[in-house]
T-cell receptor, first 112, second 114 residues
Framework: AQSVTQLDSQVPVFEEAPVELRCNYS??????LFWYVQYPNQGLQLLLK??????LVESINGFEAEFNKSQTSFHLRKPSVHISDTAEYFC??????????FGAGTQVVVTP | DAGVIQSPRHEVTEMGQEVTLRCKPI?????LFWYRQTMMRGLELLIY????????DSGMPEDRFSAKMPNASFSTLKIQPSEPRDSAVYFC????????????FGQGTRLTVV
């Protein structure tokens, strides 16, 4: 069985400050890892993904995440956040069978 | 493509009534997922299908819940009878391959059972 743990339920951060959202997973098989973002009253949108290859993956809006197999982690970072980054962020894991499991989510609140 | 389409967007029903939520996945996708989101329990995977076949329904909370996928372009999630604790946002998502591609989500159906 696989599972995802997001260690922070809420992360307050000032605009233009860096942010890190922590995600740890457990699985007995090879996994694929994702970060999704959910804005209020909307569905989830893919932010970035790790399938194979380089362990550092980036999104088009400045987020990056690093897959660390030894620590079973996939933490999400952004060096400088904007007000518009206020949202809930979900880490997710799936295996080759396609069962997509989500963490509990981390609410990011960016203030001026 | 219009993306994953869910209907209705909002549903208010009385306790004991039957509720049917509908989902049209992205054309060509062969995996479909139903999730429930609540403040208390977060995002829960209820059931997922691959090539219209239910692969894992271990997340379906009770026998009151059932899901079908009669063809590649349509799925339903039915609750009968509905209860106030079923109030949540229900999301449908689809993906093109098993595992190694992302899932695309619909806008969700906000269900309120009074």
């Amino acid at each position: 069985a696989q599972s995802v743990t997001q260690l922070d339920s809420q992360v307050p951060v000032f605009e233009e400050a860096p942010v890190e959202l922590r995600c740890n997973y457990s699985s007995s098989v090879s996994v694929y890892l994702f970060w999704y973002v959910q804005y209020p009253n909307q569905g989830l949108q893919l932010l970035l993904k790790y399938l194979s290859g380089s362990t550092l993956v980036e999104s088009i809006n400045g987020f990056e995440a690093e897959f660390n197999k030894s620590q079973t982690s996939f933490h999400l970072r952004k060096p400088s956040v904007h007000i518009s980054d206020t949202a809930e962020y979900f880490c997710a894991v799936t295996d080759s069978w396609g069962k997509l499991q989500f963490g509990a989510g981390t609410q990011v609140v960016v203030t001026p | 493509d219009a993306g994953v389409i869910q209907s209705p967007r909002h549903e208010v029903t009385e306790m004991g009534q039957e509720v049917t939520l509908r989902c049209k996945p992205i054309s060509g996708h062969n995996s479909l997922f139903w999730y429930r989101q609540t403040m208390m329990r977060g995002l829960e995977l209820l059931i997922y299908f691959n090539n219209n076949v239910p692969i894992d329904d271990s997340g379906m909370p009770e026998d009151r819940f059932s899901a079908k996928m009669p063809n590649a372009s349509f799925s339903t999630l039915k609750i009968q009878p509905s209860e106030p604790r079923d109030s949540a946002v229900y999301f449908c998502a689809s993906s093109s391959r098993q595992g190694n591609t992302e899932a695309f989500f619909g806008q969700g159906t906000r269900l309120t059972v009074v």
